[in-house]
């Protein structure tokens, strides 16, 4: 006599721990769109995306190499160039709010990921997060790097905001 055993599978992603099924399933039901950031080494990715049954659409995205167009020179996996992606993420965006998806990331308060959702809340969307978690203004514009290169990131910083400004206004 054989008996059935029950080998049930976990979801492909799950599996491979690339998503949340709960935690997606929560940021889904809020019928709000969701601003995903990821980060890696070299670049910080930001994009909106609304859910759909054929699959999520992404209205906005961009990743930090597109500052170069709007004449960033620096490094792309800063807090600085996060910040900005942020902002050109929340220039093109179409809707006036959305709600953080941070993945499997743990909250790492002070990071780039919060250092994008301000740039995006910067550029007009809505966007909650507490106010702790975000980096200071000090960091997000660069004096860090400053101090530590002699380069004039802060100055360099505002002029890709107007950059970016003048391109999606």
Request: glycine fraction near 10%; hydrophobic fraction near 30%; charge should be negative.
């Amino acid at each position: 006599m054989t008996e059935s055993i029950n080998t049930e599978m976990p979801f492909h992603r799950r599996k491979d721990q690339k998503t949340d099924y709960e935690q997606r399933l929560d940021l889904v039901k809020s019928g709000k769109p969701r601003l995903v950031v990821r980060t890696s080494n070299r670049n910080t990715r930001v994009h909106i995306s609304s859910y759909s049954p054929e699959g999520d659409e992404n209205e906005a995205q961009t990743i930090s190499k597109e500052l170069e167009e709007h004449g960033w020179e620096h490094n792309t996996g800063n807090i600085p160039a996060a910040y900005l992606t942020g902002f050109l993420a929340g220039s093109k965006a179409k809707h006036g709010e959305a709600i953080l998806d941070l993945g499997l990331r743990k909250d790492k308060r002070g990071g780039r990921v919060f250092a994008a959702v301000q740039g995006a809340r910067d550029a007009g969307l809505e966007v909650p997060a507490g106010e702790d978690a975000i980096p200071d203004e000090s960091r997000m514009v660069g004096e860090h790097i400053e101090e530590m290169t002699g380069k004039n990131v802060p100055e360099d910083v505002e002029d890709v905001k107007e950059n970016i400004e003048g391109a999606y206004q």
